[in-house]
Nanobody
Framework: QVQLVESGGNLVQPGESLRLSCVAS????????MGWYRQAAGKERELVAT???????NYADSVKGRFTISRDNAENTVYLQMNSLKPEDTAVYYC??????????????WGQGTRVTVSS
């Protein structure tokens, strides 16, 4: 099995920064895509940023220039550096991973979520 565990969510003021982390563990052969999604109260889950094979990145327009996704492939970890946070960034942030397990079956997993609140 594969598990994802996120951390780093917190209450911050507008303009401040946070870094989220997500560690994937279990019977992993390789991870092809890792990313972050978020869900604000009363809204659908939306893509924030993804990274494919450790290089190609994709960002939501609302976070471009403020958020940066990065990966540590050796540690199966993905990070989301969030700068210049705005109240509209308030949401539960979920980590997502897609790849191959040790038995060469594909997997896709979600983490349990970490809450980010941006408020003065």
């Amino acid at each position: 099995q594969v598990q994802l565990v996120e951390s780093g969510g917190n209450l911050v003021q507008p303009g401040e920064s946070l870094r989220l982390s997500c560690v994937a563990s279990g019977s992993i052969f390789s991870i092809r895509r890792m990313g972050w999604y978020r869900q604000a109260a009363g809204k659908e889950r939306e893509l924030v940023a993804t990274m494919i094979s450790g290089s190609s990145t994709n960002y939501a327009d609302s976070v471009k220039g403020r958020f940066t996704i990065s990966r540590d492939n050796a540690e199966n970890t993905v990070y989301l550096q969030m700068n210049s946070l705005k109240p509209e960034d308030t949401a539960v942030y979920y980590c997502n991973a897609y790849g191959l397990m040790s038995n060469y079956r594909y997997f896709e997993r979600w983490g349990q979520g970490t809450r980010v609140t941006v408020s003065s």
